[in-house]
């Protein structure tokens, strides 16, 4: 006998994408150190590329870089580490990380200038 969502706590939703927007997080990373310059946003590009998320990096005025991406909660967790492993991890000094529910406005994961 197939057992609802709803029993979960999940709502029932109109459609499909609805369902994969409520199943997917954002996460906000903040991160600060020797993270301009030197190839972090690149780097984290093609780190992503490796990963079923949508999103952006950015660098911010006051030294800092900006990422912003959508996935399911475990290939997050998994593409944060992979950031750190691909070298990038010494670069970094400090990371702020904040979860929230995905809002679905990226396509595709990309640098803004």
Do not use: C
């Not at 939703?13 to 954002?26: G, I, P, T």
């Amino acid at each position: 006998m197939p057992v609802s969502l709803a029993s979960f706590g999940v709502p029932q939703l109109a459609d499909n994408k609805q369902r994969a927007v409520v199943l997917r997080k954002r996460m906000t990373v903040f991160y600060s150190g020797r993270v301009q310059g030197v190839g972090f946003r690149y780097t984290v590009k093609n780190v992503a590329m490796g990963f079923e998320v949508n999103g952006l990096v950015r660098n911010l005025p006051d030294g800092r870089v900006e990422l912003v991406v959508e996935g399911g909660k475990t290939e997050l967790e998994a593409f944060l580490e992979a950031i750190h492993e691909s070298g990038l991890g010494a670069n970094i000094r400090h990371e702020d990380v904040s979860w929230g529910e995905a809002r679905g406005e990226f396509r595709g994961f990309e640098i803004v200038r």
